[in-house]
């Protein structure tokens, strides 16, 4: 019996291989996860995104988490990111400037550092691509 999978299928599996390739993606996709899990654990955090994407006039887009096991899953984060990233950077310097405690200040710092030139030219880059690929 032959194996054929979907063209929606092979498509993610090659992309997971040539993910595999390029060393910055594996921490592209840490970082998405760290943002998801910090805007997500609070309401507050997520109301002050949201505040900030009315200040920007951008989209009202929720930032998603990454599911290994779903074919489209990078491809919606991205895409969400992509539109909101401005205001996740202006709502995370609001943060860290009004933090209450070091900790926060620090893990606030950490994920505003690691929005860099780099990630956000490869979020730029891989919403167009995935834009193409969908």
């Known amino acids: 019996m032959t194996s054929v999978h979907c063209i929606a299928h092979r498509l993610h599996l090659a992309g997971q291989d040539a993910a595999k390739e ?8 840490v970082i998405c996860k760290q943002l998801y899990g910090y805007f997500s654990s609070s309401y507050k955090r997520m109301q ?8 920007n006039e ?8 990454i599911i290994n096991t779903r ?5 919606n984060v991205v895409h969400n990111l992509h539109q909101i990233i401005f205001s996740v950077i202006d709502a995370l ?20 550092s690691s929005l860099d030139p780099n990630f956000i030219i490869s979020t730029m880059f891989l919403a167009d691509l995935m834009y193409i690929l969908k």
């Open 71 to 75: 074919w489209l899953s990078m491809s």
């Open 93 to 112: 310097n609001d943060d860290m400037n009004n933090a209450e405690n070091p900790k926060e200040r620090d893990r606030t710092s950490q994920l505003i």
């Open 48 to 55: 002050n995104l949201k505040l900030m994407q009315d200040v």
């Open 58 to 65: 951008d989209p009202q887009l929720t930032i998603l988490n």
């Open 22 to 29: 390029v060393t910055y993606f594996k921490e592209y996709e």
